[in-house]
């Protein structure tokens, strides 16, 4: 079955920059499409980048141009680099896969001074 487990979230100070890892196993990786999805308190979980199976990226409008979704076929891991962070990007990060089902369990990912 899917799993997904994610790392790399913490405290980070307004501008700052952190790099989260999706590590996937239980399907062929390099076949499909993988994206980042993000819910902060109290609000819907919304979508913010997905990079296709060719490295083709697309994101959410507030994050583009500060963060940055690729990925490592070799190792079945996606990742979301995030810069420039900001106070509304704290949130719980999760990675999906889009044509299956299962998620993650998420990342914290908290911007404050």
């Known amino acids: 079955q899917v799993q997904l487990v994610e790392s790399g979230g913490g405290l980070v100070q307004p501008g700052g920059s952190l790099r989260l890892s999706c590590a996937a196993s239980?399907?062929?990786?390099?076949?499909?499409?993988m994206s980042w999805a993000r819910q902060a308190p109290g609000k819907q979980r919304e979508l913010v980048g997905t990079i296709s199976r060719d490295g083709i990226t697309t994101y959410e409008d507030s994050v583009k141009g500060r963060f940055t979704v690729s990925r490592d076929n070799a190792q079945n891991t996606v990742y979301l680099q995030m810069n420039s962070l900001r106070p509304e990007d704290t949130a719980t990060y999760y990675c999906?896969?889009?044509?299956?089902?299962?998620w993650g369990q998420g990342t914290q990912v908290t911007v404050s001074s």
């Open positions: 999906f896969v889009p044509e299956l089902s299962g």
């Open positions: 239980g399907f062929t990786f390099s076949n499909y499409i």
